[in-house]
Every structure is written in C-alpha cells, then in structure tokens.
C-alpha cells in the first residue's frame, strides 16, 4: 500500500524512454524510429500539427498500443510489453470525463480505491466491518487531501463536478491523474476545452504543479503556445518523425529544418529560394533558402527587399503586412500597431538583420549556419 503513495524513486536514469519506436498501421508507418529520454523534473512537449503522430506516441508511452518496433523504458527497465495498469504513469486525455455523481473528493479517489481495495472493500460499509479496510480508506483519505490542497481544491470537496466551473474541473481531473503519485505524467491536449483566459490560467497551474511535484511531464499539444510557455522541451514531430528537439528559444531562433521554421513562430517564417531576391539578403541565397521571421522585417527605404502591399490587418499591438515581393513571392511583415501605413498597392522596401536570416539547403531542406 505504501509503494503506491510514495513518489517514485529519483534515479539517474530516464523516467520515461522512446527508443527507435516505430508504428504502423497496416501499411501506413504513423510514428517512425522515435526516440527521447524524459527525466524526472523535465517538461517536454510533444508539438506537431493534427495526424503528425503524437497521441499514437503518447498511447504507446502509456501501453495503450504496442509499437511495432522498438522499446519503452521507464527508470531503464524495459515495460514494452507491459499493460497500462502497470506502468505507474498517469493520463490525462482532452476530456476530463470526471464522474457526474461522485463527490469531488470521490472523484480524486477512485483511482486509488480501485488499485488498493478489492470490489468487496468497496462497497458501501465495508469499513465497518474490517479493520484492513478502514486503515486503507484513512490512508486514501489523507493522500486525497492532500493532493486536494496542493491543486487549491480543498474547500471543494464534497461538490459535485456540476457545481465547479471549467477550470475547477480541469483541477480536479488533474488530481485525480496525480493522486497515485506517478513517476510520469502525461497530458494530451489538457487546455483545448478551455476558454483563451482559462487557458492562460491553466497553463501556469500545470507548470506549477510540476515544479511542485517535480515528475517528469510530457505534453501532446498542437498549439505551440501551450509548448511554447509550459514545456523546457519542445519535439516537433512532422510526419510521424521528430524534426527537432530542443528547448523553445532554441527551437525558434535556430530550427534545424525548413519544415520546423515554418512550423514554429507565430507568423510563418518567409523563406526565399535560391535566386536574386534571396541572394540581396545574403549572398548564400545565390544557392540556398534564406528565411526571415516576419517579426524580423523592417521597414527601410533602403532596403534591400522591395515588395507591394496586398493588404494590412491591424492586430492592436501589431499590424500584419502581406505583401507580395517583386518575383512575385507572398511576403509577410509585422510592424507597430501605432504606425501610419502607406496605401494598398504602393511599394515598399524591408531590410533584415543579418543575425535574423536562416539559410536551409535548397534540396534537403536541413539548416546552414551562417556568418552573422
Ligand atoms: N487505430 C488506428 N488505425 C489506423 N490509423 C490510425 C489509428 N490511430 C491513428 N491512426 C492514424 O495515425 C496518424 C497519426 O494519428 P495521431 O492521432 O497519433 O496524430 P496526432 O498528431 O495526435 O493528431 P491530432 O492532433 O489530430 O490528435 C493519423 O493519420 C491517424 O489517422
């Protein structure tokens, strides 16, 4: 009973590991030679757009779906073939699917009831007659409080889910993931239920608990915001492969492919093949792809990028620029919301820090490194 209320032992090995997994269905490969370490205390996230494999991934972490190849390995020991239940990793899926009828704080404890009481010491009044059960309910409840009052749902705990709002919810199913204190956590798009400004709220709270509990946490997300400001580590999987994993910053100032720059950002990178146009920003666009964040593009009448405004669309903040260059390539530029703009159809120039252009091979695509 102990075994499952203490936190999993802290090694130096991995507390989760992905090593050459691949998974096909029938003749499709979904997920191909996938392979990543998460240690206890890190926060990665899984990033790709919708069918780029990452639920199957995950599925395949928590033994819900057998790889085709490869191993799982959880503290170094191999689970591949070993069934969810016993794999100490907790789940948590878009819906939160609490039970409608049970308390909060029966909620929270179900699946510690399940895993320490047999059908019969569950059943109502059972602890009356034995002296076993009723020392395993007073332990459940003390877990079930106290992992209540780490996520601030103490005062809740005999409603039920119908009077809590979305986000006290979204706290209780976070509990109930947590209350068999797993050695790795894994949430699959936890925040796409939830309005903008509970997202903003629920993010922080997820980032809490994990530097509170200091499990290892994997995140599936498509929404690179949620990557971006939860995770110290970002996968972007692209077609059921892992094109980069790195910390965030990295991953936006250096993308080590074009699809992950086009990928990552919050407008998509302007990426120039070889040509004229590309080589006026570098003189390695004679040969290569040269990229350039929106974000990085200034207005310049001297500049060496000349292009036609299509149309603007003010943002607040910032003003989105479409713009089409002279070869005909669609442009995207952000500048200040406060700026006074020229009409659609004049032209305009940009110039680029040097330190802001990426440089892809054209063929292959992969990252050169360029002299600032
Ligand atoms: N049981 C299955 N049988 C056949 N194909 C499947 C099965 N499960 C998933 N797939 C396919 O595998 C691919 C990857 O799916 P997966 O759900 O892992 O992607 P995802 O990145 O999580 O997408 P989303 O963000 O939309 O959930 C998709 O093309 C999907 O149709």
Known sequence: ??????????????????????KRFGEAEVVSDFSLDLYAGEFVALLGASGSGK????????????????????????????????????????SYALYPHLTVRQNIATPLRQALLS???????????????????????????????????????????????????????????????????LLDEPLSNLDTALRHTTREEIRDLHRRTGHA?????????????????????????????????DIYHRPATREVARFIGAH???????????????????????????????IDPKGPLSATLQCA??????????????????LLAVTDGSAPLPPQGSKMRFAAPAARLHCFDAATGIRKEIAA
């Open 55 to 94: 639920s199957t991934t995950l599925r395949m972490l928590a033994g819900l779906e057998r790889p085709s190849s490869g191993q799982v390995l959880m503290g170094g020991v191999d689970v591949t073939d070993l069934r969810p239940a016993a794999r100490n990793i907790a789940l948590m899926f878009q």
């Open 313 to 330: 669309a003010f943002h607040g903040e910032e003003t989105l620029l479409h713009l089409r260059s002279d070869s005909g390539a669609e």
């Open 119 to 185: 059908a019969a010491a569950r059943l109502p009044g059972a602890a009356l007659l034995s002296a076993k059960t009723r020392e395993t309910e007073a332990a459940i409840n003390s877990r079930t409080q106290s992992v209540a009052q780490m996520l601030r749902l103490d005062g809740l705990l005999d409603r039920k889910p119908g009077q809590l709002s979305g986000g006290q919810q979204q706290r209780v199913a976070l509990a109930r993931a947590l209350v068999r204190d797993p050695s790795a956590f």
């Open 1 to 22: 009973m102990n075994d499952i209320l203490q936190s999993a032992p802290h090694t130096d090995l991995p507390a989760l590991s992905l090593r050459g997994v691949s």
């Open 268 to 298: 998509r990178m302007n990426i120039f093949s070889p040509g004229p146009e590309a080589a006026s920003l570098h003189p390695r666009g004679a040969q290569d792809d040269i990229g350039i964040r929106p974000e990085a593009l200034h």
């Open 217 to 249: 946490f994997l995140l599936v997300t498509h929404d690179q915001a949620d990557a971006l400001s939860m995770a110290d580590r970002i996968a972007v999987m692209i077609a059921g492969r892992v094109a980069q994993c790195a910390p965030a910053a």
